[in-house]
């Protein structure tokens, strides 16, 4: 559950003159010491498993250790603490920052535990760069851009952005102190981020000498809004992602120019998910696909408005379901400093995986690694390629009319699907991967007709014909053949029209074929 739900609850039944469980509230006064009975209305000192409320006319010392197991609702932005050890927010624990300005109470964020933004407008709070579980940013009148100053930091949990107001939120802002002297803001996302509404990106700095470095190990996931690797025109930005890349009905907008890297990384052996459903482009977004990882893109394209840059390393997958298939990649490529430049590497793979008939898409270069076909309807081949790794046949026949080659190490693997052209070119000759027969041609025929069949291997090789009373009347060829792809003609001047079955055997592999004499 979003934690902005609870705290929706609770700050309904804050102002409620009935309150079914136990709330603490500071006097109005001036506040005091959290172990103080003068500071609190009623005299009782809270535990921290309650809602406590600080007014905005307090301020709240908290003089002993504490651990918050429910809500601590900052009015004020004046609650201090001796060290982050003594105050402790646990599970399910929640600090919510009602206020503009102020300061974050410096603790320990358990997991579990959220950190809550509600009344930020035109000032960011100060002690904003702690190592926080969850955080959500839920602040409608914000008027100002403003960061918590993240450098070096681990959010343990989530990421939650439900409104910016006017303007946006970023991660951090690192600066050059002195104006010369690079600085790099690194920061550690273990859990998701979401993005409801409002802005949000990694960074604002507009310091040419510094450097934003993300790893996320969940997923970016925007159902609103806008998201931005980078929104400073200074920085390099490379965000690291561990998870999925889903973005519907927003924007994702980006700054940096042509010679900044704001590149979104897919990282690590696994499969990403990457959809894209009503995104407007502003400024491009660069997209790396890392060695060995896969991107499962749907039938999500990148339009031309995207200026970024689209680049898929050696041993990565990039599996896609759009008919146009690997075409569906049209970013310019104008941007991304050490990433610029649209890259589709020869030793990466492919795998079309659509519900309708595809084509590979010129796109794809000449040269792959391995090359998957797992639709149904069918993938048509775009141009001659060649193919180093393995050509898996999962599903549907696989068109290739237009030819590919197998390299010195490729190979064909049947697992459902199947072939237009059976006889397939290597690097030496021409060689099936399995037993085949063509049906002969042409048919009907008269008087003769070709019959094209395939060996894999050095085999001996029967090729006769009978009529349908099961009475041999042409042996075609009885001996060994090597491997290879050989034809026969079947000259039938003699027989009378009819249906003739032509029987091929290689070793223990054996077809049959009908063909119809017409005279």
């Known amino acids: 559950m979003r934690p902005s739900k609870t ?46 409320t600080v007014q905005s006319t307090d301020s709240l010392d908290i003089d002993v250790s504490v651990t918050i197991t429910d809500t601590l609702r900052d009015l004020s932005g ?60 839920n602040c409608p009148n914000q008027s100002s851009n ?17 409104s910016t107001g006017s303007a946006r939120w970023q991660m951090c802002a690192p600066k050059s102190a002195d104006g010369t002297t690079p600085d790099t803001a690194r920061v550690t996302i273990n859990g998701n981020i979401t993005i409801y509404g409002g802005a949000f990106s990694s960074n604002g700095t507009s310091n040419s000498l510094t450097v934003v470095l993300i790893t996320q190990n969940g997923n970016i996931n925007v159902t609103g809004g806008n998201f931005g690797v980078s929104r400073g025109s200074g920085p390099d930005v490379v965000w690291k992602l561990g998870g999925d890349f889903q973005v519907s009905n927003a924007t994702i907008q980006n ?53 970024g840059s689209f680049i898929l390393s050696a041993t990565a997958t990039m599996a896609t379901g759009d008919p146009a298939g690997v075409n569906v990649v049209q970013c310019t ?39 998957t076909i797992d639709n149904a309807a069918g993938v048509t081949l775009s141009q001659a390629t060649t193919i180093n790794g393995v050509l898996h046949l999962k599903a549907g026949e696989f068109d290739n009319s237009i030819p590919f080659t197998l390299g010195p190490n490729g190979s064909i693997s049947y697992e459902g699907g199947s072939l237009t052209v059976t006889a397939v070119k290597t690097k ?7 037993f085949f ?54 000259d039938a001047s003699s027989l009378g029209s009819g249906v003739y079955l032509c029987r091929v055997q290689a070793g223990n592999a054996v077809d049959v074929k009908r063909m119809i004499l017409l005279k």
């Open 78 to 137: 004046r609650i201090s603490t001796f060290d982050s050890s003594q105050v402790i927010f646990g599970a399910g624990g929640v600090y919510e920052h009602a206020v503009n300005g102020g300061d974050i109470p410096k603790a320990t964020w358990n997991s579990g535990s959220t950190c809550l933004f509600t009344g930020v407008e035109g000032n960011a709070p100060s002690n904003g760069n702690q190592n926080f579980y969850n955080v959500e940013w």
């Open 255 to 307: 700054s940096g120019g042509t010679t900044k890297s704001n590149a979104l990384i897919f990282t690590g052996n696994t499969v990403h998910t990457f959809a894209l459903n009503n995104v407007t482009f502003s400024g491009g977004l660069t997209v790396v696909i890392d060695s060995g990882s896969t991107l499962e893109m749907g039938t999500s394209q990148i339009p031309v408005d995207n200026t």
């Open 7 to 52: 705290i929706a609850a609770i700050s309904f039944l804050i102002f409620c003159t009935t309150v079914s469980f136990a709330q603490v509230t500071t006097n109005g006064t001036g506040g005091g010491k959290w172990s103080a009975t003068s500071t609190w209305q009623g005299g009782v000192v809270p535990t921290g498993s309650e809602i406590i």
């Open 333 to 371: 490529g104008e941007r991304g400093g050490a990433y610029k430049g649209n890259h589709f590497d020869t030793a990466a793979n492919y795998t079309f995986n659509g519900t309708v008939a595809q084509v590979t898409g010129t796109m794809m270069p000449a040269t792959v690694n391995d090359l």
């Open 428 to 434: 030496d000759a021409t060689v099936p991967h399995q």
């Open 437 to 490: 027969v063509d049906q002969n041609f042409p048919n009907p025929f008269n008087p003769s007709t070709s019959i094209q069949y395939g060996v894999p291997g050095r085999a001996f090789v029967t090729v006769k014909v009978f009529n349908l009373l099961g009475q041999e009347v042409a042996t075609l060829f009885s001996g060994v053949k090597n491997a290879g792809v050989y034809t026969l003609n079947f």
């Open 146 to 162: 403003l960061n918590l100053g993240w450098k070096g930091n681990t959010i343990g949990g989530n990421i939650y952005v439900d």
